[in-house]
T-cell receptor, first 114, second 109 residues
Framework: DAGVIQSPRHEVTEMGQEVTLRCKPI?????LFWYRQTMMRGLELLIY????????DSGMPEDRFSAKMPNASFSTLKIQPSEPRDSAVYFC????????????FGPGTRLTVL | EDKVVQSPLSLVVHEGDTVTLNCSYE??????LLWYKQEKKAPTFLFML????IEKKSGRLSSILDKKELFSILNITATQTGDSAIYLC?????????FGTGTSLTVIP
C-alpha cells in the first residue's frame, strides 16, 4: 500500500523564490492536513481540507502561504515569496475521516531558504 | 526496508495507572526520534531524542532512547482522562521521516 507521498523530499532555494510542495494523500482518505515542524515551534497545523474543501486555514502564517486541493488525490502548498524563516520540515497527512481521527503522515519535505 | 513499529496498538487503563508505550525502529541512518500526542485535531510535539540513555521529562511524561537496541519508550505516570489520545513515534533519517501507526491510549475514570 502506498502511503502519503510528498515531493520533493528536499528543497533548497533562495529568498524571494517561489516554492511549491506537493502531496498525494492515501486513496480514499477524505481529509488532508499540512503541517510545519521546527524545533522552535514544534508541529504546527497550517491548513486542512475535508473533501477537497479548505476547512480551517487559521494556521497559515501569512499571505505568502497558499494551499490548494484541486482533486481528491493531490494538494499543493505554495510559498511566494519564500523567506529564510520559512525553513522547516513540511508534513502532509491524510485521514479517512468519518469520525476517525488517525492521521497518516508523509515523509516530509525539508525546506531550506537561504 | 526502513520502518517504525509501535506497540501496543491500543491500550485501555484506569486513571492513576502508569503506562509504557514502545517504539522500535529499523532505519539505515538515524538522526532523531520524535514522540507526538495526537488528539482530535492535530498532533502536538512531545519529545525529540537523539542520544541513548538520556531521559527527557515533561511533567508526568518521560521518554528514553536506546540506540543499541533500537527502541524508545514513552512513560506516562498517574494517567488522567486527558491523556487519552493516539501517541505517534517518528524517526528522522535525515532524508525522510518514518512514522509508526501509533498507540491509541484510553484512560477510563
Amino acid at each position: 500500500d502506498a502511503g502519503v507521498i510528498q515531493s520533493p523530499r528536499h528543497e533548497v532555494t533562495e529568498m524571494g523564490q517561489e516554492v511549491t510542495l506537493r502531496c498525494k494523500p492515501i486513496s480514499g482518505h477524505n481529509s488532508l492536513f499540512w503541517y510545519r515542524q521546527t524545533m522552535m515551534r514544534g508541529l504546527e497545523l497550517l491548513i486542512y481540507f475535508n473533501n477537497n474543501v479548505p476547512i480551517d486555514d487559521s494556521g497559515m502564517p501569512e499571505d505568502r502561504f497558499s494551499a490548494k486541493m484541486p482533486n481528491a488525490s493531490f494538494s499543493t502548498l505554495k510559498i511566494q515569496p519564500s523567506e529564510p524563516r520559512d525553513s522547516a520540515v513540511y508534513f502532509c497527512a491524510s485521514s479517512p475521516g468519518g469520525g476517525t481521527y488517525t492521521q497518516y503522515f508523509g515523509p516530509g519535505t525539508r525546506l531550506t531558504v537561504l | 526496508e526502513d520502518k517504525v513499529v509501535q506497540s501496543p496498538l491500543s491500550l485501555v487503563v484506569h486513571e492513576g495507572d502508569t503506562v509504557t508505550l514502545n517504539c522500535s525502529y529499523e532505519v539505515t541512518n538515524f538522526r532523531s526520534l520524535l514522540w507526538y500526542k495526537q488528539e482530535k485535531k492535530a498532533p502536538t510535539f512531545l519529545f525529540m531524542l537523539t542520544s541513548s540513555g538520556i531521559e527527557k521529562k515533561s511533567g508526568r511524561l518521560s521518554s528514553i532512547l536506546d540506540k543499541k537496541e533500537l527502541f524508545s519508550i514513552l512513560n506516562i505516570t498517574a494517567t488522567q482522562t486527558g491523556d487519552s489520545a493516539i501517541y505517534l513515534c517518528a524517526v528522522d533519517t535525515g532524508n525522510q521521516f518514518y512514522f509508526g501507526t501509533g498507540t491509541s491510549l484510553t484512560v477510563i475514570p
